[in-house]
């Protein structure tokens, strides 16, 4: 067979716009893998600015409509669209897992993470009420309302398929926008599954619409005239240049970046499940999660000594697997590309004197020997000065670095150049309040590894994790979707004609 003809027998992945499924113009492409098997099993289309135009232009014919929809029709929607994830429960996990390459269990934990932020914007009409004084000034009562901002985007990585982009189009579309998605390419087809269920939950076309893309797509949104805010989640390179090409082009932006959580293991914690708690949050889904636990720190020898025996253990009877057989604890990596970068990592932090207790590079699955898998990695000796720490290495890489005093740890946590999220495992409260209190990062957990905040609260880093400032999801999700107005009001009550005042009005 040769090339186009090649072209034409594979899955072809659509945008998603009115509607409808439309397919891609601009003539590039993208290869979407099975990270079990290493083949391509679908090309993504890559939107050109004209695409995301025709995007921008059906949000901007279906918004005001929308906007106009009572919030609490618009929040029967979200209660349709809950139903109708949960009865496609199944199907979407085995969609996600194929293109992203997580165990089917995970998949739909990644599902019910947004599915959360769904259930939250069911209380839209709350969520979006406003405030109201009566008797400001004689006579004069003000109140303030939230209103949509019209055509919004979001901008989302490859390791939540599901989960980051429920957080931004729940609040978002709910808030009364219309919402544009551009998916991360290497596995788009959850995005477009989701739209077509909130269609058929009663969203009106055009309100959410799907444009596949890269750079080129990326950088239309940032600089369309008519978007007027952009979320992103992702690296904290490509965050930090989106959080200042949205601002630049005068967006409202908020930028989510990569992360290393740290995981500080007190002298009185609970070793053994503090031990079950960190492998899974390290070791989960390929250690691809932004709040994984890929740095473990001991405080003082005796903890380090027994933590070590017990992790070491516990890895070696982790079983790595094709996402689809239900008895392995994590599957393949997204793709070559990230597996080498991975193994890279692990050279680089050997070269640097760290010692490389278990080694994951070279693992072999029987029959899946193409397979993006790579066996899990354990570090000890590891310190702050070196590249292989300072850097998000985003694979089932648990690096130890090992403290003398809280104080150390707090600062290893608190010093590094990411502040996504961080964990303490003791039975101090004491020491855990002041942890808590003192640690320069955005998320904490106490005794609870991996502390993705509920969907009322909300999610976001410090530091290099997160760029802009208002968090995902909960009321900071509704705020950034949303601007307020505030009117101030007197009504003629006829009587004298007061006289003209050139002094500010004052309430004296
Ligand atoms: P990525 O930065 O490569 O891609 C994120 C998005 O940006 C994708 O949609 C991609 O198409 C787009 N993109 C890629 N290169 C671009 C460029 N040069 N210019 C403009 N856009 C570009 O991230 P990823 O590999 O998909 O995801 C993993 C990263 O995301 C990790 O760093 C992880 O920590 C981070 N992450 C952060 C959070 C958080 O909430 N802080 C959550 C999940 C993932």
Redesign the pocket.
Known sequence: MNAPDAIVAMRTVCHFVDGRRVIGRSGRYADVFDPNTGDVQAKVPLASAEEVDDAVRSAIAAQPAWAAVNPQRRARVMFEFKRLIELHMDELAALLSSEHGKVIADAKGDIQRGLEVIEFVCGIPHLLKGEYTQGAGGGIDVYSMRQPLGVVAG??????PAM?PLWMMGPAIASGNAFIL?????DPSTSVRLAELLIEAGLPPGVLNVVH???N???AI?HHPQIKAVS????????Q??FQQAGASGKRVQA????KNHGIVMPDADLDQAVADIIGAAYGSAG????ALPVVVPVGEQTAVMLRARLIAAIKALKIGASTDPSVHYGPV?SAA?KARIENYIRIGVEEGAELVLDGRGFSLAGHERGFFIGPSLFDHVKPVMKSYQE?I?GPVLQMVRAQTFDEALQLASKHP?G?GVAIFTRNGDAAREFADRVEVGMVGINVPIPVPVAYHS???WKR??FGDLN?YGMDGVRFYTRTKTVTQRWPRGGPVTDQSFIIPTLR
């Open positions: 901008i989302t990585p490859f390791n939540f980051i551009k998916p991360s390419e290497r893309g890269d750079k797509c990326v950088e940032l992103f989640v992702g690296s904290s390179d490509i965050a240049s989106v989510m970046g990569g992360a691809e999660r932004c709040m997204i990230h998000e985003f990411y996504n999610f976001g880093g994790s997160g995902q």
